[in-house]
Nanobody, 113 residues
Framework: QVQLVESGGGLVQAGGSLRLSCVAS????????MAWYRQAPGKQRELVAS???????SYGDSVKGRFTISRDGAKNTMYLQMNSLKPEDTAIYYC???????WGQGTQVTVSS
């Protein structure tokens, strides 16, 4: 059973930064593409960014130029560096192991204006 554990969320003022982490149990991390999603209250879950096994990244239009996704195979960990945060970035952020469709429990990010 794959387990994904997110951390790093919190409350930050607009313009600030946060770094999210997602740790995966076991070695399955190394063989799967991964992604960050987010879900704001009353809205559908949306794709924020993804990273392939080889390190190729892609981003949603709303976060391009502000967020950076990365992964560390040695630590079974994926990161999301979030800069220039805006109130509309407020959401629960989830990591997902794309090959097996496994989700983490989510971490809350709140950006105050």
């Amino acid at each position: 059973q794959v387990q994904l554990v997110e951390s790093g969320g919190g409350l930050v003022q607009a313009g600030g930064s946060l770094r999210l982490s997602c740790v995966a149990s076991g070695s399955i991390f190394r063989y799967n593409d991964m992604a960050w999603y987010r879900q704001a209250p009353g809205k559908q879950r949306e794709l924020v960014a993804s990273v392939t096994i080889g390190g190729t990244t892609s981003y949603g239009d709303s976060v391009k130029g502000r967020f950076t996704i990365s992964r560390d195979g040695a630590k079974n960990t994926m990161y999301l560096q979030m800069n220039s945060l805006k109130p509309e970035d407020t959401a629960i952020y989830y990591c997902k192991l794309l090959g097996v469709g496994a989700w983490g429990q989510g971490t809350q990010v709140t950006v105050s204006s």
